[in-house]
């Protein structure tokens, strides 16, 4: 690789995959409340908490972004 090459690589952003963190934690509270609830028939009741914390992962994303 030459010099200059090499330098630019260095220079990128690390790569920030915000799409597979949001789906790990939806599916993680989502999970979370199927086990403790395994007879729970009505979504609202696991969907509801899941979206609330992706929309805590957003912001908590979007302040680390920012901040970068």
Known sequence: MAGGASQAALRQP????????????FTGVTREHLAAS???ADPRAYLGPARDAVGHGVARLL??????
Request: net charge negative; no cysteine; aromatic share 0%.
């Open 63 to 68: 302040r680390t972004l920012a901040g970068a």
């Open 38 to 40: 395994p007879g729970l």
């Open 14 to 25: 690390d790569e920030v995959d915000v799409s597979t963190r949001l789906d790990t934690i």
